[in-house]
């Protein structure tokens, strides 16, 4: 049996759930287990630590499966699910320390280097705070980000690097998450206090974000691992945000059934037909450049490539205008719904609002993005600060 197959089994879950998780502000336990037992959080983890090392195209067919179903659940999938193809990057002893008596074992984030990482004999002292920490109540670890300072506490390499820490090393802030779309989510506040991580437990991020290795070299032999961290990221929030689009048409089209306008029936609404064959072809269109994109990429690091800064450059071209298409064909649907749709007992609204929330992330920022794309394609460097 596959994920997929999986997917389609635990899909009643997901969807009876969503309006709990919103109420929660985080996945409901029931939630949790059924994306453990499908198998979604194990496809980009290496076999040797349970996992499947699923092509990433199977893996984003997953996250789009179950976003669909359940926005918070999908987005949960897609960066939490991600997060073993960097850390099978790590060093082989962290790997161990996370996954050898657990493989089920799921990894927070968030990525922003707001800490500050002191070294000290074998590691660093690290302090920080962090927002955004998507699925953090189910997780037993965080991969976060922080920057090396100098012993008077002054950034001595602007490099961000990754730090891994396990539960009792962190708080999660309870109520940092009030928030009108993706409460589901779950994604809480951290803090570090003070934190001994010994330099094993570190993963240095320019060898990961291009593709060209990390602390774990027995991995270059599988293609997987040689794909371009920000192409994985990013799609996994790219595919994330699509499902939510395509799941906002779907509770369209249930409310669109039986609803009864002025003109009359709204299924035989000529304006209402016209906005949903558009905004159909419009989110398929997104979804269909995403995975052609990921494809792509593997296949060229399937035969030994380097993806080139050009591919990654328009590969998050393609992935940013995926997410703000899709939802711009969202919200074309929800605006033709009717007053009723606005009712907070629905799934309609809940799931517009979700899309709407998940283009706030800074992955889905479409302006530095284009801006970065331009530069490149001139031949003009790129911001350090934007991440291609």
């Not at 690097?161 to 009030?178: G, I, K, T």
């Not at 995926?322 to 033709?336: G, I, P, Q, Y």
């Not at 009717?338 to 709407?356: I, N």
Request: with cysteine; net charge negative; proline share 5%.
């Amino acid at each position: 049996m596959t994920v997929l197959d999986n997917i389609e089994r635990i899909a009643d879950v997901l969807e009876a759930n969503a309006a709990e998780g919103e109420r929660l502000g985080r996945l409901p336990d029931e939630t949790a287990t059924a994306l453990r037992t499908s198998g979604v959080m194990r496809m980009l983890q290496p076999k040797d630590f349970g996992g499947l090392e699923s092509h990433p195209v199977d893996f984003f067919r997953a996250v789009l499966e179950i976003g669909v179903h359940d926005p918070s659940s999908g987005w949960v999938a897609g960066v939490v699910g991600v997060h073993p193809h960097e850390l099978a990057h790590g060093d082989r002893r962290v790997q161990a320390e996370v996954w050898a008596e657990d493989p089920d074992t799921w990894v927070a984030s968030p990525y922003a280097p707001l800490g500050r990482a002191r070294p000290v004999d074998g590691g660093f002292v690290f302090s920080g705070r962090w927002n955004f920490s998507s699925g953090t109540d189910h997780c037993r670890w965080v991969m976060i980000g922080g920057l090396v300072t100098d012993q008077e506490g002054e950034v001595a390499d602007p490099t961000p690097v990754h730090f891994l820490l396990p539960r009792s090393d962190y708080e999660v802030v309870e109520d940092s998450w009030d928030v009108v779309g993706l409460r589901g989510t779950g994604s809480k506040d951290l803090v570090v206090t003070e934190a001994y991580v010994p330099t094993y437990r570190t993963i240095e991020t320019t060898g990961v974000t291009d593709g060209t290795g990390g602390k774990d070299p027995s991995r270059a032999s599988v293609a997987l691992y040689r794909m371009p961290r920000n192409v994985m990221f990013s799609g996994a929030i790219t595919a994330a945000t699509l499902a939510m689009a395509k799941g906002t048409l779907a509770a369209y089209v249930s409310v669109t059934r039986s609803r009864e306008g002025r003109g009359g029936r709204a299924a035989l609404d000529p304006f209402q037909l016209s906005a949903l064959g558009a905004a159909a072809a419009d989110i398929d269109a997104s979804i269909g450049h995403l995975l052609w994109d990921v494809e792509r990429v593997h296949d060229i690091v399937e035969r030994g490539e380097v993806v080139s800064l050009d591919m990654r450059a328009e590969v998050r071209r393609n992935q940013v205008q995926a997410s703000h298409r899709a939802a711009a064909a969202a919200d074309s649907v929800f605006r033709l719904s009717g007053g009723g749709s606005l009712h907070r007992s629905g799934v309609l609204q809940r799931r517009w609002r979700d899309t709407q929330a998940a283009l706030h992330h800074v992955q889905n920022g479409s302006g530095p993005i284009f801006h970065a794309y331009g530069l490149n394609l001139f031949g003009h460097p790129i911001p350090s600060h934007v991440k291609i």
